[in-house]
């Protein structure tokens, strides 16, 4: 039995590599393909490009990619009668297919693992390099949750937080320089645009030079460009691990706004990893069932139903955003459907 379990093991990894992998770098340069008229770059700038795109791409196609591979190793066997033969000299299928549940475990690991440590600074340097590309200059830096940016005068500026619906932002500071030394501090509560310019609220004044501290309860300021700059150079959800979008979904919490969005994209960024487990248990269990084997029939089987999958997880999380429901449900529906219909066709798997 163990040897079966190898080769077989060996088999599905293989072609997982080969489907996975390159259907990843496919859709890699199906994306850059649809950008190339707007960048300017050497070849290399541009392979480097598609390279950072392969992590966000993989994670999209891991789940068919289990489906299919599982699908197409087991229909073979079942089509050369191999699985006729293990139940006839006395072997219990369930066991033969432990090892494969170990491997759609280990899979849902990495991809965790993938969506928290490697695709988010993979997609971030990503959107470094198109925005290179493309000539636009890099106007604003991250460092532990806050925005760094410089005004038109040149002077540094830190944000705390930023709400882009309400176009608030909130721990704005000022640094004000005069020549090569800091010249004033502004601090304002909170800033706020009013269709023209900044408005600072709750503002305080250090001086430097004299040491003495000016409050104001609101001021305008004009240093600062429109809430296109901090929208378009925010990080996207793509760019930040699931901790990292905890964090900020609290720290919008703790200032009074709660974003249905970003917390429907924390529960997808944990759901979506789990499901290639349960693609795994369903690749297996439907191809015990097929009257028909085949690669084929198999790959149309494994596309058709991960088809189906995308259509019902995409509708689920556009109601949710849409606030027609509740977050987790949003994010939790199809996934919890699906793997509940694997659970149960593979717990009633004949032997």
Known sequence: MKIIQRLYLKDFFRLLLLITFGLSFIFSLIDLIGKIDSFKASFWSLALYAMLNLPRFLLYLLPMSVLICSLFTFSQAFRRHEIDAIKAAGGKLKTLFYPFIAAGIFLSIFAFVTNEVIAPDFSAKASELQNRLEGKEKKSAFSDGAIWLKSRDGSPVKVDLYIAEKKIARGVSLFIL????????????????????????????????????????????????????????MKTPN?????????????????????????????????????????????IALSLRSKQGGGIIAAGLGLLISLIYWLGHTFSLSIGYAGMLPPVLAAWTAPFLFSAFAVYLFLKTPE
């Open 239 to 283: 760019e930040m691990g699931i901790y990292e979008l905890y964090g900020y979904i609290q720290r919008l919490k703790n200032a009074g706004f709660n974003n249905l969005k970003l917390i429907i994209d924390l529960n997808s960024k944990i759901s979506f990893p789990l499901i290639n487990i349960f693609m795994m248990m369903l690749g």
């Open 178 to 233: 005069g020549g090569d030394f800091l010249k004033e501090q502004i601090i304002a509560e909170e800033a706020f645009w009013d269709g023209k310019t900044w408005m600072l609220n709750n503002v305080k004044i250090y001086h430097v030079e004299t040491g003495e501290i000016e409050k104001i309860e609101r001021m305008e300021y004009a240093g600062l460009e429109s809430p296109d700059l901090f929208t378009n150079e």
